[in-house]
Each structure stands twice: as C-alpha cells, then as structure tokens.
C-alpha cells in the first residue's frame, strides 16, 4: 500500500491520468511488488486473502470507488491466486532452460535425488 500511497501523491488517480493508465501503473509498480517471491513460497488460504485484500485496495485506490464495488468487474485482472499459479508456472519453465552456473540448475539433481529417496 505504501507504492500505491506514493503513486497517489504524484497524481496517479482518476481525476490526473486516464483510468487505463492509472491500471497500467498498478500493473507495473505496484502489483510485481505484491508478488515479489509468491513463486517459490507455500500461501496458505489467510495469506491469499491477505494479498487479494491489498489488490482489491489498490484498484479502488486507483478508480476512488468504495469497498462494495467489485473490483473484478472493474479491471478483468486475474485474482492473486491464479497470479501465484501463473507465476509458479512460468518459473518452473524458466528452469527447465537454465544455464549451467546457476545454482537452481545445480541443485535440481539433488532436489530431484531426495525426493526420489
């Protein structure tokens, strides 16, 4: 919340940029924020909560709506949770292709040995 405070008092909100830009600032700033570190860490249901609440707040932060508006209906963004599912997708192909002195690419035959054991 504290990006989206700051992108607040440079102006982005509805009435100084276009709502569709205000989104792209969220999109952009804020919500990588949010997702820092969400593919490689367990959520438990109160955590995915946690987080959905904070999206839901910075997307009526951005459009000044109030709590009882749907913010699904306002922007078609994916939920936190098929945020984390895509995220930890797209890091499980991005190891498949790894370059040798990486050390996930070191560790995955490890990974793989003990949980063959």
Known sequence: MSTMNVLSSIGV?????????????????????MEYGIAITYLNHTQLKTLEE???????????????????????????????????????????SLPEDTLLYLLIPHIQYTRGH
């Open 54 to 96: 904070a999206q839901n707040k910075c997307i009526r932060k951005i459009y000044g709506t109030s709590r009882k508006t749907s913010t699904k209906v306002i922007l078609h963004l994916a939920t936190m949770k098929e945020r984390v599912a895509i995220l930890q997708a797209q890091f499980l192909f991005r190891s498949l």
């Open 13 to 33: 909100n509805p009435s100084r940029f276009s709502k569709l830009l205000c989104s792209r600032f969220y999109a952009q700033i804020a919500r990588p924020q």
